[in-house]
Each structure stands twice: as C-alpha cells, then as structure tokens.
C-alpha cells in the first residue's frame, strides 16, 4: 500500500487519510445489511397502510355510488323533477299521476308513466304522458343535504294538442333562460309522438320525435337538435337561435335552420295507400336525381339563415340566405293559417293529401289513364304559403344563370309560380303560372316568353333525367329559340283541362341543325333518280347525318282538344320543308301533311326546284309513322309549271 501511494505522487498525511477512509468504509459495509432490513421494513408497512387508505376511499365511493342515492326520499326526487319541468316552463306545466319512482346506482333516477298537466286555470289545450322520465342525481350536492337533478330525459311521450297551444311571455323568457351554459340542463326526449284532436278526429302529427333542447351563449339562445317521421318523409331539423324570446313577435329572432328530407323508415306504421310510396322514397328520390341532373349535390338538404318568428299561426322566416346544394340565394319563406287556427295540423293534413293525391296519380298513370287523374283545389285555401328565392351568378352542371329569381304564392283559392332568369345558355325567360279554383274546378293561365334559349344545353339537360339509350349516344339539335306560349285551362282532372285548352303557341329558331337524317342528301338522291316503294324497292330511308337549318318558324293554336299546326316552315340553303295540320292532344295522334323542295346549286331568282316530296305524318307523338309520297323531279316540274302557265 505505501509502494502504490508513494508511487502516485500521496504525501505521508494523504496515505495516513486514505488508510483511515478504508477501514471505515470496511465498518459500514459489515453494517448494512440490518440498515437495510430496518428500510425495507418501513417501506412495507408505509405500502400496506396507503393500501387501506385506498381500499377505504374505494369501498367509502362505493358504498356512496349504491346506496347514497337510495337513501334520498322518492318525494324529494318528484319534487326536485317538478322543480326542474317548473323551471323550464315557468310553472305551466307539473308533473301528474305516476307508477313510481325508481333510484339505481350511480345516481340513475326514473319515474314510470308519468302524466304531465297543464296548471293553467282555462280549459288545457293539450296533454300528454311518457313512458318515463330518467335523469341524473348529482352525488357531490348529496354530502350537502342538497338534491339536484341533471341530464333529464322523457322516454317515448305521447302529446295530444286539441287546440291552439302558445306560450306566454314569462314562459319563453324561462326557457331561454333555463339551462344556459350548463350543457347537463339540456332536456331531451326520445321517441315521441304528437297527436292532434280537434273532437271529431285524432291526426298523428309526428311519430319517431327525438330531441335536444339547450341553452346558449348570448343570454337567452337556444340550439335545438330534432329527427322525425311526418308520413311518408323523414326530417332531420337543426334550429339555433340568438334569442328565444323573440321567436313569438313579428320581427323575429335571428338564427338558422338546417333541413334533411328523406323516406320515412318505418313504412309498415303508415297508411297502406302509402306504404308503397314510403318504401320506394319518391319524394326524396325524386329531389336527389333532380339535384344531380342540374349538377347539385343534393336538393333535399337546405341551410337557411335570417330572422324567424314562430305563433301558433304562422311560421316565417325574413331577410333570409338560402343554401342548397351549395348555391346561395336571398330570399324569404312564410306558412300561415288564420288567426285562430294551427298552422301544425293544417300543414300536416295537407302533407297528408298531396302524399295520397301522388299515390292515386302514380297508380293511374300506371294503368295508361292519366287524364283520369284528378286536379283538387281545395289545398288552395287552406294555408297561405309565401315563398321568394333570387341570385346572380349562379352556377350548377357547368351553366350560369346571370340572375334568376323564384315566386310562388299560395292561397285565397289560387297559386302564382313566377320563375324568370337570364342566362348564356338558356337566354332570358319568364314563366307565370297561375292556378284556381273555379266552381269546383281547377283553372289553369299560362303565359311564357323565351329568347334566345339554346336547343343544344337544354336537351342535354333535359336527357340526364332520362333513361340511358341502349346503343350510342343521342345527337342533339341546335340553334336559338325565341318562343311566346299563352293558354288557359279550366276542368277537374288533366284530361278535362287539355279538352279545355286554348291559347297559342309561336316559335322562331334560327341556326341550327337537326338529327335523324341528312334531309339535302335524300332529296338529292331522289333527283338522281333514286325509287322506293316499288317491286324491288323497299321505303323511303332518309340519309344518314344530320340537317343543319336558317330558320324554323312554327305557329300553334290550342282549341277543343287539339292543337293545330296552321305553320311550321324549316329553311336552309338549297331546302324548304312546309307543314301543317293537327294534333290530338288527348290521343296524341298526328295529322300533319308537308312538302319537302329541294332547290337548285344555282341561284337565279326565283331559286328553280329540283325536288318537290310529299309526305305525311302519322302515329302518335311518342310514336310517330313518317310516310313520303311520290315525288316530283325536276323534269316533271317544269312540265307542271308551263301547265300552270298555259
């Protein structure tokens, strides 16, 4: 040991101050191991002792979690529950007759069969009763003798309105109040059902209500979140409110709203007439695949955002943006009824009618008998609906409508649709409709002025809703249409109103082209001296290609059932074809006879005809019978012609 010290450079004290340290680090680790024992010791007995503390806290919250709660009185709860519905409705409405009260662990509370009553002293206008009531007892309130009641919930509820339910002004203001900004006051019901009685009939209003009711920032806000089922259509609802108690007055509260149709569900809790309906979704159906024809995503969810004012009367929404399928429009919307009746039923009865009106439609067109299907009037009187929608620089399915607007009003016994835009594709229009009720009949006026709408976009817009063709893709024509439509109308079902119709009809295309066959080359054929209806030859068959065209020019007039065709004129160069006759529009058979000339490459004045062809037109619209007669070549023209002289 000294060679290592004095070999590391240690003085005499230093090797003397080492020697000292190892031995007593040699005394302590002889010692250690009882030291050690002594700590593990601690520690075990610090370890078992929190393991009781925890075991004790633990056994104490569950001892709290299962009986605590059971050991508040059954009163008490109703009492805190009757507080919580008093609260919201500033005391109109208590909680009634029950099947008893149940309290379960955690806090769970529930209370079997309710009813719930009307405190109001004038006879109640409505009632109503609920599978039960759960909600929630907060555990932290109990230590303190105190009950509260969170997240309640009504369990499959049945309303019945039997008169015009509104409510007073300090109930509104409660519940705007109730609730704000404590998300476990918000109240929510499932499964709900509302009926109306007026004492000679029970109408189911809406079935499948779920519903969440909570309090918002700014005092006084609401948010609303609610599905259901009203016949053959599902909705889903969203409503949020800046202050619930404007709602009732005639400015309204500004908020927005969120609709979502569909197919009701549940097909087999409907009437059997529309059952059918339900299960195949038509309505809904019908608005997606007209959304996806014009280019939207969907027509049957709309976003709107204004001010909205709601009585028992009327539901309005002003100075309102509109959005569907991702186009925004200004506008406004309003449903109203008398002021002593309730616009709820009334709409639902009229839902009811147009739903059972469509099913018999649907079933008669079916059967091949559509002017059987009857026009009622009676939903003319019966709600006052006032509905307005404009923009600019809208776009859908790649065309824009430098401005459009929307009209439809309803009531007083008529309906007035006004739809006018302007637009590249379709040029301007303007369209009024206007429907009313005439001795028990429907009368309809019509009037219409188009200018400068293009053949081409239309038809193509047209043919999306259409089925596919089996082979190829369908040409189109073109060209610009200028057109002025005015008929009137009066009968009960749509045959009666076409037998009735009169009116005219005028329209002047210019520049296009028409499909189905190359009208020059044919006649061109023919003053080569091509035959058909002989031994040897079969029909005439126009030409592949397509005609291209100056003007067509036609002329139309409505009267006992028909239309008569006194002009239709296609011209382009080298050809003319001129028409006229009759068309049924019942039968929508054809009677129409024409000439088609073709003239010569040459222009002399007057243009000398190479071809004159007869033909006729028969069959029906749909399916039309084209049948050329013999024609006369440029030989025997100018042999008729000198005739005509002499």
């Not at 806090?107 to 909600?135: C, D, H, K, L, N």
């Not at 506008?331 to 009865?349: E, F, K, M, N, T």
């Not at 139309?556 to 239709?568: E, I, K, M, Q, T």
Request: some cysteine; overall charge negative; glycine content about 10%.
């Amino acid at each position: 040991m000294h060679a290592i010290v004095r070999s590391r450079g240690y003085t005499r004290d230093a090797a003397r101050r080492a020697r000292n340290g190892w031995k007593a680090c040699r005394h302590r680790v002889m010692t250690n191991p009882c030291d050690d024992k002594h700590a593990v010791h601690r520690m075990r007995r610090l370890v078992i002792a929190g393991l009781v503390v925890v075991s004790i806290v633990a056994a104490a919250a569950v001892a709290v979690y299962f009986t605590l709660p059971s050991a508040v009185p059954e009163r008490v709860v109703r009492a805190q529950l009757e507080a919580h519905f008093e609260e919201l409705s500033d005391g109109a409405v208590t909680i009634g007759r029950h099947e008893g009260v149940s309290l379960h662990p955690g806090g769970r509370v529930q209370i079997a069969g309710p009813e719930f009553v009307p405190t109001v002293v004038a006879p109640a206008r409505w009632s109503g009763r609920a599978e039960a009531i759960e909600a929630t007892l907060r555990l932290a309130p109990l230590f303190a003798g105190r009950v509260e009641i969170v997240r309640p919930r009504i369990v499959r509820p049945e309303i019945t309105l039997t008169g015009r339910t509104r409510l007073q002004p300090s109930q509104v203001k409660a519940a705007a109040a109730f609730g704000l900004g404590d998300p476990n006051k918000a109240l929510e019901v499932t499964e709900g059902t509302i009926h109306y009685d007026d004492g000679s009939a029970r109408q189911v209003i809406l079935t499948g209500l779920d519903l969440r009711v909570a309090g918002t920032e700014p005092p006084g806000g609401v948010a609303v979140t609610s599905s259901f089922d009203a016949g053959a259509v599902h909705v889903d609802a969203d409503l949020a409110l800046e202050d619930l108690r404007l709602l009732g007055t005639s400015g309204g509260s500004p908020g927005r709203i969120s609709l979502d149709v569909a197919a009701a569900g549940r097909a087999g809790e409907l009437p059997a007439e529309l059952r059918d309906l339900a299960a195949s979704g038509d309505i809904a159906t019908l608005f997606r695949k007209l959304g996806a024809g014009i280019g939207l995503p969907s027509l049957t969810r709309m976003d709107a955002e204004g001010r909205i004012s709601m009585t028992p009367s009327a539901v309005a929404l002003e100075d309102a943006t509109f959005s569907v399928g991702g186009i925004s429009l200004d506008g406004r919307a309003r449903a109203a009824v008398a002021p002593d009746q309730s616009l709820l039923p009334r709409l639902r009865a009229l839902q009811d009618d147009a739903e059972r009106a469509i099913a018999r439609g649907r079933a008669t067109m079916e059967n091949d008998d559509w002017v059987s299907v009857s026009i009622g009037t009676d939903w003319l009187s019966q709600v006052v609906f006032d509905f307005e929608l404009s923009g600019q620089d809208l776009s859908a399915s790649g065309l824009t409508f430098e401005q459009a607007a929307l009209e439809l009003s309803v009531g007083e016994g008529a309906a007035r649709l006004l739809f006018d835009g302007a637009s590249e594709a379709f040029g301007t229009f303007r369209t009024l409709a206007t429907l009313s009720a005439a001795d028990a009949a429907a009368h309809l006026d019509l009037s219409s002025q188009i200018a400068g709408l293009s053949l081409d976009k239309t038809v193509e817009l047209v043919t999306r809703f259409a089925t596919d063709p089996l082979v190829g893709t369908p040409q189109r024509p073109g060209g610009r249409l200028d057109a002025v439509v005015r008929a009137e109308a009066t009968g009960r079902t749509l045959g009666d109103l076409v037998a009735s119709l009169t009116g005219s009809a005028s329209a002047h295309v210019a520049d296009g082209s028409l499909s189905g066959g190359n009208v020059i080359a044919t006649l061109d054929s023919l003053a080569e001296g091509r035959e058909f209806m002989t031994e040897d030859k079969g029909p005439l068959i126009p030409s592949a290609g397509r005609t291209p065209f100056d003007t067509i020019d036609m002329q139309l007039d409505f009267a006992a059932g028909a239309a008569d065709l006194s002009r239709l004129t296609i011209a382009g160069d080298r050809y003319r074809i001129d028409m006229d006759g009759a068309i049924g529009l019942r039968s929508g058979t054809a009677e129409v006879e024409g000439n088609a000339i073709l003239f010569s490459e040459a222009e002399p004045e007057p243009a000398e005809q190479v071809v004159d062809l007869p033909f006729g037109v028969g069959g029906t619209l749909l399916a039309p019978v084209i049948a050329a007669g013999v024609p006369t070549v440029a030989a025997n023209l100018t042999r008729t012609n000198a005739g005509e002289e002499e």
